[in-house]
Every structure is written in C-alpha cells, then in structure tokens.
C-alpha cells in the first residue's frame, strides 16, 4: 500500500473507532455535553458575580449616591448590603433604602450604621422627606456593624468591601471581630499621596481621612488587602458636555435619581450656580473607589507603603502598610466613558 494511502487508511480507521466509541458512551448515558454548553458552563464560571459590601456616608457629598448608582450597573459586582457611616444613621439609610428599592433592588440588605456624629439629616432630606424606612421591601438591620461582620462571615467568597466615607463603622467591625479581614477585602476612596484637592500639587489632609484618623489607623493595621484611590486620581473626575448631557438626559430610573439628587443637593448650597446641574457634575470621588472593584486597568496602580497620621494625611513612610494606590490616570477620558456608558446602558 502506498504512504498516501496508508495514510487514509489509518484515519479512516480511527474515525471509525472513535465514533464507536462515542457511540458506546451514548448507550451509557455519559456523552460529552456539545462545546456550546460546555462555552457557556465556563463563561457562567467566569462571570459569577463578586459579593460587596458599600459603607457609605451618603448624604453629605452627592458623590456617594453616583458611587451607588455605578455600583448597582455593574453585574461584575453582587452588593449584599448598604450601610451608612460616620454619624446620621436614619439619614444614610432612608436614602440608601428608597434608592435600592426605586432601582428595583429591594434584596439589597441595608443597614443602620455607628450613631456617632454628627446626626440629624443632610442636603438631600427633601427627597426621602416621606419616606420611611418600613416601607422597604428588603432586609433593615439596625446594628450596622453587626450585619458587615455576619455578611461577611457567612460568605462562601471573600467579600469586597467599599468604603467611601469615614470607616468607625469598619473600625468597630474588627474590634468585635477581628477575622473578617481574613475574609474580606478593602477598596477605599482615602487620602492624598502626591495631588491634593483639585490637583494642587501637594498633598493633603482628605477629608474621609481627617474626619476619623483613628479608624482608618485601625483599618491599614489589619492583614486584609487595601486598595485606594487617593484624591490624586478621584479628584480628578467630573462630567460636562455631551458626557454630562447623556447621563442628565438619560430615561433610565437608577441614573435619573441620581440627577433629581443633585439637582437637590446643589439647589441647598446659596453658593452653587443655579444652572450647575444642567452643564456639569461636581467632583466624582467615590465611582473611582467602585471601577476599582472591577477593574483597575485605566489606573496606575503602585504599591506603597503609607501611614495615617493623626492630623489625617496619608504620607509614605518606608515602615508603614503596603497598599495598592491608583496614583494617576493612563486614560481618565475613558473612564469617563465608562461611568456614563454604565449609567446610560448606551455605548
């Protein structure tokens, strides 16, 4: 027989063999499921979503209600639950409550933080001036601190947790606690390393720091990864023109909230420009703290060894808490494209 056909001859032979053989695999009922379904098993896999938790001081900045807004458009990222923080419990989680609930996620848990101040309400009252906490349809739990540490315990994943705000809640969560930092990890909008506000070319006392130095003290000491975005790339975004106009003019529910808020939010402050939220946004902070939950490739990302001090900077210090600092954007237009294209649903 010639080499050729040998060659055909023997690859005919096996492709008899091998359909036999998947033949006999039928019969017992153990066929290979086809590459479709094997695709889809796989990018189900892939795309499971991470568990979070937000401690927020929502209320105060507008910021932290377009930090919530991003967070529930992102399907990477399963929030468990809400707590408020630094003071104005009932505030923080009657506006966390009537947000999750108009965005249709009631199954969000919210939570009562640390009753510390300050207390009362804030600049966005007018909107959840009706509203009250026992029409929300989801889980409200009282003890704030308590609910971060079961969440987070009771987790089959390791449990992504967003701070944008001052952390005496997380602070009481490991002294009671001190395990979830070995089941949790830290995303914060804290400090300024090079930049300060409004890219002034020194750092600076931020003000999620300097408003409770002693917490985050306790949060770098404990052996959970960190991960900031400092003022010098948080304070650099903001939205106007056609960026501003799609997520302004947008029908969707969610980003159309966070609109009417700011509207609000600007309307309280004598100093604002009347027309300032029809032509822009102020300072987004805190979405910078969620991208960096899903994907921190538009950043550039350095591992620095940081110490709070006392009067609420945060300064390299060659013995202090290695941390994963976003210390300058590679591509800030992009990331503003993301954040209005998240808000939207249109590219």
């Known amino acids: 027989m010639s080499a050729p056909a040998l060659i055909n001859f023997s690859a005919a032979c096996f492709s008899s063999w091998r359909l036999g053989f998947c033949l006999a695999l039928l019969g017992m009922g153990l066929a290979f499921p ?27 900045d507008i910021d932290d209600t377009w930090a919530l807004a991003l ?75 308590q609910a971060i540490i079961d969440t987070i315990m009771n987790s089959p994943q390791r449990v992504t947790l967003i701070c944008i705000g001052p952390v005496p809640n997380i602070a009481a969560a ?42 985050l003290q306790q949060v770098f000491a404990a052996p959970w990864d960190i991960t900031i975005t400092p003022l010098d790339t948080c304070g650099r975004v903001s939205l106007a023109g056609e960026k501003y106009r799609r ?42 703290a969620v991208y960096l939950a899903l994907q921190p490739e538009l950043c550039v990302m350095e591992r620095m060894n940081l110490r709070v001090t006392d ?3 945060t300064v390299l210090d060659p013995q202090g808490r290695p941390v994963n600092v976003a210390t300058k954007w590679k591509d800030l237009g992009a990331f503003e494209d993301f954040l209005v294209t998240r808000l939207t649903g249109k590219p």
């Open 34 to 60: 086809p590459a479709s379904a094997r695709a889809a098993e796989t990018a189900a896999v892939k795309a499971a979503p991470i568990p979070v938790i937000l401690d927020t001081d929502i209320g105060d």
């Open 311 to 313: 009067e609420g900077f």
């Open 174 to 215: 490991l002294q009671r606690e001190p395990r979830i930092a070995r089941h949790a990890r830290f995303i914060g909008m804290d400090g300024s390393v090079r930049l300060g506000y409004g890219g002034a070319p020194s750092p600076c006392a931020e003000w999620n720091v300097k408003a409770d130095p002693k917490s």
């Open 71 to 145: 967070l529930l458009k992102s399907p990477e990222l399963d929030l468990k639950l809400a707590v408020g923080d630094y003071g104005k419990a009932e505030y923080r989680a009657r506006l966390l409550a009537k947000l999750l609930a108009r965005s249709g996620r009631g199954d969000v848990s919210v939570g009562l933080g640390l009753d510390v101040a300050p207390r009362g309400g804030g600049r966005q009252d007018a909107w959840v001036k009706d509203y009250e906490l026992k029409s929300y349809p989801g889980k409200v739990f009282t003890n704030g601190v």
């Open 247 to 288: 997520v302004r003019d947008t029908t969707d529910r969610t980003a159309a909230d966070v609109i009417a808020n700011y509207r609000l939010w600007l309307g309280s402050d004598p100093a604002s420009s009347p027309n300032a939220a029809d032509q822009h946004s102020s300072t987004l902070f805190d979405p910078v």
